[in-house]
């Protein structure tokens, strides 16, 4: 599974692993011309999960002042972010063009997290049997879900993970979050023209 941070890549792999047989690998911030350093076999299933980029930046900014905040000397730095972008911006080229990792299918987590018949197409796409035992998992990594912690542990079908563009700009850190989006706003619309074909 090729995905950057903070896309929900481990909500999903737990979701679909419990619909069968899955032991997923998770390449995580792995650019798609490196993916030989892991030497997969070339009959894997091959998955690929995409976020919203202004709910991916949104999450990725509230994560980093997370993990910081404690410290009493943190300056905020868009080159903490830097990385991030980057990857996305290689893993969404790729599900694009399929270059380096030709996947046999390609997750939108927003519309994963909230469409029931998109997850069952996802299901039986990959030759699973359905169920929702998982839909409220919680990933622990990086203290659970960047805005609500692990506060929904067990409900996390209920989180708005989908509006996360629209909380930041109530703190502190919306001038930092539209400055990001400004200069990076054609992957907001590589993500949404992507998915709109595909459904």
């Not at 950057?4 to 792995?30: A, L, P, Q, R």
């Not at 404690?70 to 911006?89: C, D, G, K, Q």
């Not at 990086?142 to 563009?165: A, P, V, Y």
Request: proline share 2%; charged share 30%; with cysteine.
């Amino acid at each position: 599974m090729l995905s950057t941070t903070i896309s929900g890549h481990t909500f999903i792999k737990e979701v679909i692993e419990s619909w069968g047989d899955y032991n997923i690998i998770v390449m995580e911030n792995t650019l798609p011309k490196e993916i030989y350093k892991y030497r997969l076999d070339v009959d894997n299933l091959k998955v690929i999960v995409i976020r919203d980029f202004r709910n991916f930046l949104a999450s990725s900014i509230k994560s980093k002042v997370n993990a910081y905040e404690m410290s009493s000397n943190f300056v905020w730095s868009e080159e903490y972010l830097v990385p991030h972008i980057t990857a996305y911006r290689a893993i969404i080229e790729e599900a694009i063009y399929k270059e380096y990792y030709d996947a046999d299918v390609v997750i939108s987590y927003d519309i994963f997290c909230e469409d029931q018949t998109y997850r069952k197409g996802i299901c039986d796409l990959l030759g699973g049997t359905y169920t929702e035992e998982r839909l409220g998992f919680v990933p622990k990594e990086g203290n659970g879900s960047s805005f609500d912690q692990l506060s929904m542990q067990g409900e996390g079908q209920k989180m708005k993970t989908r509006d996360r563009h629209e909380q930041i700009l109530e703190t502190e850190w919306a001038e930092v979050y539209l400055k990001l989006l400004n200069e990076n706003e054609d992957l907001m619309f590589k993500y949404v023209t992507f998915f709109e074909e595909l459904r």
